[in-house]
């Protein structure tokens, strides 16, 4: 029997059901698809998967087997290679959003009514969101009910990477370069590519090392943007060159050991499910206010704004939003707690709709993930379930003084009026477009909206709409 493996999200080799189920089939073709999934990526995520892609192929050939490369609408592809190749069945990992939803339902359809085996796995998420339900049967709101709800559900025992048998001849291959995977990233590949750490192996390593050395205090130090104190996991669960399944049995582990942060690390990562659980339940998760009362929120909804510039191109005089716009650039990431706030000025102090944000996260950050990024910026913007409630609202200046004591961070990012800058903040420069016209020996520009300025006038429109 022979299968066509459909990569999608899941570029790893380890922890795949779906791989697993076919190499125990027999022959396996790996198959990973350019379709609108691809087309339609921000510069950075897409970039970031070009690296990825390059990996797994590697991985894969490894292992005397191949990754075939196609571009066009995903049904279209898989029907030919079905011809060209005869297999038998074709497998994948599931996905969540509506989109891909949609295109799955209907590639299973169509491939079963031609008798073809069209089976769908798990292995993206811990836990299906149809498998965690309220005592009435409904889907989860609220965080901590669904944390209390999973905690101790048993999670599968990761699984070892399969042998593949390879067929005996290979279809053919697009190639990688072809694609211009990063033709998009006008901000300097190379800066962003010293940040990167592509594939499963060096997930693997990262993890390893995390575990050994920063999961003990991650409680403690996880707030703190000036240090390493995260897992830096984000970019590899995105991708899929890690499962989650793996973090959860790894952090088990050192809870079983005694290790204090493994817990907090474990609800973080059931964040990442939660984030899920919403979008499968609710698609629109992604494209409006989650309650729909925000509708009437006076939003600034023009990206052309000067504030929405100046938010964009990190001179908006707040420090911590400006270093963490700066850090987002330069290296394709940015610390949550710095996330938090920089969403919250943007769509409380500037009042700019979250979605301007959310599609800025979109194009510069490499762990771009769609269910966690839209579900991070609704709880900031106070339109989503569980949200912060939007009278709650971060004072950027406080939040520096208390998780960036020593400005070490925004040392870190900020050249502007520093005698000796960091050769991150110098980066920034020279990841940015010439035509910003921006210098490190500019002054640091004053606030657009202070931090005091900023609060009333949200409050006051909130408080105006009734809400
Ligand atoms: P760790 O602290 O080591 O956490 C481990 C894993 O748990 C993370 O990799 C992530 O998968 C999950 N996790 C941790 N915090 C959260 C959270 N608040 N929400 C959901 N999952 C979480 N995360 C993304 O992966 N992609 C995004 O596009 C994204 N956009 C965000 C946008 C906003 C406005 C906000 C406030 C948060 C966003 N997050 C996003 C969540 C969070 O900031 C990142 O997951 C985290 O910073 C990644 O670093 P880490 O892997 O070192 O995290």
Known sequence: KSTLLWFRRDLRLGDHPALTAAAARGTVIPVFIHDDSVANLGAAPKWRLGLSLECLGAALEAKGSRLILRRGPALE???ELIEETGVDAVYWSRLYDGTAQERDSRVKEELGNNGIEAKSFGGHVLFEPWTVATQQGNFYKVYTPFWKSVRDREVDT??????????????GSEALPDWELGAGMARGESIVRRFANPGESAA???????MAQGVDEYATRRDLPAEDGTSNMSEHLTTGEISPAQLWHAALREEKDGKAGAETFRKELVWRDFAYHLLYHTPRLTEGNW?????AFPWNEDERRKEVTAWKQARTGIPIVDAGLREMYVTGRMHNRVRMNVASYLSKHLMCHWLIGLKWFEDCLIDWDIANNALGWQWAAGSGPDAAPYFRIFNPETQAKRFDPDHAYIKRWIAEGQENPSKDALSYFDAIPASWGLSPSDPYPAPIVSADEGRKRALDAYENRGF
Do not use: I
């Open 291 to 295: 309650r729909e009362e925000w509708d």
């Open 204 to 210: 693997q390593s990262r993890l390893g090392a995390f």
């Open 158 to 171: 990761p699984l070892p990477a399969p042998d593949l048998t390879a067929p005996s001849e290979w279809p």
């Open 77 to 79: 592809v898989l029907e």
